[in-house]
Protein backbone atom coordinates (compact mmCIF):
# COMPACT_ATOMS: atom_id res chain seq x y z
CA UNK A 1 0.00 0.00 0.00
CA UNK A 2 1.20 3.53 -0.76
CA UNK A 3 2.28 5.59 2.19
CA UNK A 4 0.87 8.24 1.65
CA UNK A 5 -2.72 6.83 1.28
CA UNK A 6 -1.90 4.62 4.59
CA UNK A 7 -1.07 7.91 6.30
CA UNK A 8 -3.89 9.33 5.36
CA UNK A 9 -5.85 6.05 6.44
CA UNK A 10 -4.37 6.14 10.03
CA UNK A 11 -5.33 10.04 10.33
CA UNK A 12 -8.99 9.48 9.49
CA UNK A 13 -9.24 6.63 11.41
CA UNK A 14 -7.35 9.32 14.85
CA UNK A 15 -10.20 11.79 13.66
CA UNK A 16 -13.37 9.57 13.05
CA UNK A 17 -12.35 8.18 16.80
CA UNK A 18 -11.88 11.73 17.72
CA UNK A 19 -15.22 13.15 16.49
CA UNK A 20 -17.12 10.16 17.94
CA UNK A 21 -15.06 10.46 21.78
CA UNK A 22 -15.37 14.37 21.62
CA UNK A 23 -19.11 14.04 20.53
CA UNK A 24 -22.48 15.44 22.33
CA UNK A 25 -25.02 15.20 19.14
CA UNK A 26 -26.19 11.75 17.89
CA UNK A 27 -25.19 13.27 14.35
CA UNK A 28 -21.57 14.25 14.98
CA UNK A 29 -21.04 10.37 16.96
CA UNK A 30 -22.79 8.77 14.18
CA UNK A 31 -20.14 10.79 11.76
CA UNK A 32 -17.35 9.72 13.83
CA UNK A 33 -18.34 6.01 13.34
CA UNK A 34 -19.09 5.98 9.94
CA UNK A 35 -15.30 7.89 9.31
CA UNK A 36 -13.75 4.85 11.20
CA UNK A 37 -15.48 2.40 9.48
CA UNK A 38 -14.75 3.94 5.62
CA UNK A 39 -10.79 4.22 6.80
CA UNK A 40 -10.58 0.74 7.92
CA UNK A 41 -12.18 -0.82 5.27
CA UNK A 42 -8.92 -0.23 2.96
CA UNK A 43 -6.61 -1.27 5.25
CA UNK A 44 -8.34 -4.89 6.30
CA UNK A 45 -8.61 -5.08 1.99
CA UNK A 46 -4.97 -3.79 1.41
CA UNK A 47 -4.01 -7.63 0.27
CA UNK A 48 -5.73 -8.41 -2.41
CA UNK A 49 -6.52 -11.74 -1.56
CA UNK A 50 -9.90 -13.20 -1.49
CA UNK A 51 -10.20 -14.06 2.25
CA UNK A 52 -9.07 -9.95 2.74
CA UNK A 53 -12.28 -9.01 0.20
CA UNK A 54 -14.55 -11.35 1.75
CA UNK A 55 -13.08 -9.95 5.77
CA UNK A 56 -13.31 -6.68 4.43
CA UNK A 57 -17.12 -7.38 3.38
CA UNK A 58 -18.42 -8.45 6.21
CA UNK A 59 -16.94 -5.95 8.32
CA UNK A 60 -18.23 -3.26 5.95
CA UNK A 61 -21.90 -4.98 6.26
CA UNK A 62 -22.22 -5.85 9.83
CA UNK A 63 -20.89 -2.17 10.49
CA UNK A 64 -23.27 -0.40 7.95
CA UNK A 65 -26.33 -2.13 9.84
CA UNK A 66 -24.61 -1.24 13.53
CA UNK A 67 -24.76 2.07 12.08
CA UNK A 68 -28.18 2.45 10.68
CA UNK A 69 -29.42 1.25 14.08
CA UNK A 70 -27.23 4.13 16.09
CA UNK A 71 -29.23 6.27 13.47
CA UNK A 72 -32.15 4.94 14.06
CA UNK A 73 -31.92 4.93 17.53
CA UNK A 74 -30.80 8.16 17.97
CA UNK A 75 -33.63 9.48 15.67
CA UNK A 76 -36.27 7.60 17.92
CA UNK A 77 -34.78 9.27 21.12
CA UNK A 78 -34.77 12.81 19.21
CA UNK A 79 -38.39 12.13 17.76
CA UNK A 80 -39.38 11.41 21.80
CA UNK A 81 -37.33 13.91 23.91
CA UNK A 82 -37.19 16.72 21.20
CA UNK A 83 -33.41 16.66 21.74
CA UNK A 84 -30.51 15.02 20.29
CA UNK A 85 -27.80 15.02 22.85
CA UNK A 86 -26.20 12.04 23.43
CA UNK A 87 -27.30 11.81 27.73
CA UNK A 88 -30.61 12.90 27.00
CA UNK A 89 -31.13 8.70 25.71
CA UNK A 90 -34.87 8.36 27.94
CA UNK A 91 -36.91 5.74 25.64
CA UNK A 92 -36.70 2.71 26.51
CA UNK A 93 -37.06 1.46 22.57
CA UNK A 94 -34.08 3.30 21.96
CA UNK A 95 -31.74 2.22 24.44
CA UNK A 96 -32.62 -0.74 23.59
CA UNK A 97 -31.77 -0.78 19.72
CA UNK A 98 -28.98 1.66 20.83
CA UNK A 99 -27.43 -1.50 23.06
CA UNK A 100 -28.21 -3.76 20.06
CA UNK A 101 -26.18 -1.40 17.77
CA UNK A 102 -23.25 -1.35 20.20
CA UNK A 103 -22.68 -4.57 21.07
CA UNK A 104 -23.09 -5.16 17.07
CA UNK A 105 -20.43 -2.84 16.97
CA UNK A 106 -17.97 -4.46 19.77
CA UNK A 107 -19.01 -7.63 18.51
CA UNK A 108 -20.54 -8.84 21.84
CA UNK A 109 -21.82 -12.27 22.36
CA UNK A 110 -25.05 -12.16 20.66
CA UNK A 111 -23.70 -10.46 17.58
CA UNK A 112 -20.02 -11.91 17.45
CA UNK A 113 -20.01 -14.50 15.10
CA UNK A 114 -18.46 -11.61 12.01
CA UNK A 115 -15.72 -10.65 14.28
CA UNK A 116 -13.53 -13.93 14.08
CA UNK A 117 -13.91 -14.41 10.43
CA UNK A 118 -12.76 -10.37 9.75
CA UNK A 119 -9.86 -11.18 12.02
CA UNK A 120 -8.56 -14.13 9.87
CA UNK A 121 -8.94 -12.35 6.46
CA UNK A 122 -6.92 -9.70 8.13
CA UNK A 123 -3.61 -9.00 8.69
CA UNK A 124 -2.20 -9.48 12.30
CA UNK A 125 -1.21 -5.46 12.39
CA UNK A 126 -4.97 -4.66 11.16
CA UNK A 127 -6.38 -7.52 13.53
CA UNK A 128 -4.79 -5.78 16.43
CA UNK A 129 -5.90 -2.37 15.31
CA UNK A 130 -9.38 -3.85 15.49
CA UNK A 131 -9.45 -5.55 18.36
CA UNK A 132 -8.47 -2.58 20.46
CA UNK A 133 -8.70 1.04 18.52
CA UNK A 134 -11.90 0.88 16.58
CA UNK A 135 -13.22 -0.42 20.05
CA UNK A 136 -12.98 2.95 21.55
CA UNK A 137 -15.08 4.61 19.84
CA UNK A 138 -18.44 2.59 20.67
CA UNK A 139 -17.08 1.70 24.02
CA UNK A 140 -17.30 5.82 24.76
CA UNK A 141 -20.59 5.94 23.06
CA UNK A 142 -21.67 3.12 25.66
CA UNK A 143 -20.06 5.10 28.66
CA UNK A 144 -22.00 8.27 28.07
CA UNK A 145 -25.41 6.44 27.26
CA UNK A 146 -25.02 4.23 30.31
CA UNK A 147 -27.08 5.94 32.67
CA UNK A 148 -30.11 4.92 30.34
CA UNK A 149 -29.45 1.81 29.23
CA UNK A 150 -30.94 -1.82 31.00
CA UNK A 151 -27.88 -2.83 33.57
CA UNK A 152 -29.25 -5.95 33.67
CA UNK A 153 -28.54 -6.52 29.77
CA UNK A 154 -25.16 -4.81 29.87
CA UNK A 155 -24.16 -7.82 32.61
CA UNK A 156 -25.33 -10.57 31.15
CA UNK A 157 -23.80 -9.88 27.35
CA UNK A 158 -20.41 -9.35 29.40
CA UNK A 159 -20.72 -12.33 31.49
CA UNK A 160 -21.48 -14.33 28.18
CA UNK A 161 -18.93 -12.64 25.52
CA UNK A 162 -16.12 -13.21 28.37
CA UNK A 163 -17.52 -16.50 29.27
CA UNK A 164 -18.14 -17.71 26.03
CA UNK A 165 -14.77 -16.00 24.66
CA UNK A 166 -12.82 -18.13 26.80
CA UNK A 167 -14.49 -21.05 26.13
CA UNK A 168 -14.46 -20.92 22.24
CA UNK A 169 -10.73 -19.77 22.69
CA UNK A 170 -9.34 -23.17 24.08
CA UNK A 171 -11.03 -24.71 21.44
CA UNK A 172 -9.51 -22.68 18.65
CA UNK A 173 -6.64 -24.03 16.88
CA UNK A 174 -6.12 -20.84 14.43
CA UNK A 175 -4.00 -18.34 16.21
CA UNK A 176 -5.30 -15.72 14.23
CA UNK A 177 -9.09 -16.11 15.37
Same mark, same amino acid.
Request: charged fraction near 15%.
Given at each position: MNPQAKLIFIFSLLLGSTITISSNHWAMAW???? +??? $?? #? /?? /? +???? =? =? &? &?????????? $? #???????? #? $??????SAWHTGQWDITQLTHPTSSLILTAAISMKLGLVPFHFWFPEVLQGSSLTTGLLLSTAMKFPPITVLYMTSSSLNPTLLTTMAILSTALGGWMGLNQTQTRK
Open positions: TGLE +INT $LA #V /LP /L +ISKS =H =H &R &RAMEAATKYF $L #VQTAASTL #V $LFSSMT
